[in-house]
């Protein structure tokens, strides 16, 4: 004879008061036989079948009395939960193999229905993407490169050029362009097209990292750049970044951030300008000279 092993947990977390107090009524809690979830049980301040004919009045309580679900449906009017559990139980030992094949038949069914959820979920996520991507990048294809803004250039370039460039991004309506990363133009069927990349966390609030690289349609002639690229200097000017402070020349003078730790700076006398020593041996020490008649 097959035995069956019965307990019982929680339905919801941290809801598991088995008897309840004078002003909370007892949680719910699920029927586990050998390891399924059977079904469970719950109190009822009346009986159901009893008021509203649901369910079977397997307890034959009117009142307040415990009530369960599971292979017996809906069981009623009992005076304990153990009660409410075992008609449950009596339900499923008569042909455990035919409840087993229900549930197993309700779990493929959910999981059928999660999978399908699933892929169309997928599918809308690929399609808001290419969504996406067009109205960042455009639908038409890439065209030869006309003109590049080095990477950091505001911080190594003329400030007139500076300047200028500063100027031409905000007319086209890429000032939120990252200066860490090159801009260029491509010259597409239809149009000069900018591509720039824009920190993720100037366009949703969070302190991201992770880029997205836009295009717009150039509305004016960039600017000429005179400096060439200097890959060379873009370990250095990423370490030894400039930032500005409220507490020192109430924000009019730029600080190396990352000399000004090391220093452990805590008076204005210690805070270490920008561009700082490194900065400028950096930009000094231009390999694309080196060697150069003099």
């Given at each position: 004879m097959r035995s069956f092993t019965l307990t019982r947990t929680p339905r919801y977390a941290g809801y598991d008061s088995l008897e309840g107090t004078s002003?909370?009524?007892?949680?719910?809690f699920l029927i586990i036989v050998d390891g399924i979830v059977l079904g469970g049980t719950y109190w009822c301040s009346y009986n159901p079948q009893a008021a509203a004919g649901w369910g079977e009045d397997d307890g034959g309580l009117s009142g307040p009395?415990?009530?369960?679900?599971?292979?017996r449906g809906l069981s009623c009017g009992h005076p304990t939960r153990e009660a409410a559990e075992h008609a449950q139980l009596r339900a499923y030992v008569t042909e455990p193999s035919g409840?087993?094949?229900?549930?197993?038949?309700i779990r493929a069914e959910r999981e059928a229905e999660a999978a399908r959820r699933q892929a169309e979920q997928e599918a809308e996520d690929e399609r808001r993407e290419i969504q996406q991507r067009r109205e960042r990048l455009g639908d038409d294809e890439p065209g030869p490169v006309i003109w590049k803004l080095p990477a950091f250039h505001a911080l190594y370039a003329d400030p007139a050029e500076v300047a200028a460039v500063a100027a031409w991004l905000e007319a086209n309506g890429m000032e939120d362009a990252s200066g860490l990363h090159e801009v260029r133009i491509e010259q597409r069927a239809t149009r000069r097209a900018a591509l720039y990349y824009i920190p993720q966390r100037m366009r949703n609030g969070r302190n991201s990292q992770v880029m997205e690289l836009h295009a717009v349609t150039v509305v004016s002639d960039p600017p000429p750049i005179t400096v060439p690229d200097r890959p060379d200097l873009h370990p250095v000017l990423a370490?030894?970044?400039?930032a500005t402070s409220a507490q020192i020349d109430f924000g009019r003078s730029f600080i190396c951030v990352r000399c000004t730790s090391d220093a452990k700076a805590t008076l204005p006398a210690q805070i270490v300008p920008w561009?700082?020593?490194?900065?400028?041996k950096a930009i000094t020490n231009d390999p694309a000279k080196e060697g150069a008649p003099r």
């Open positions: 002003k909370l009524a007892p949680d719910e009395s415990w009530a369960s679900w599971g292979p409840y087993d094949r229900e549930l197993e038949m370490e030894h970044e400039p561009p700082c020593p490194m900065v400028e």
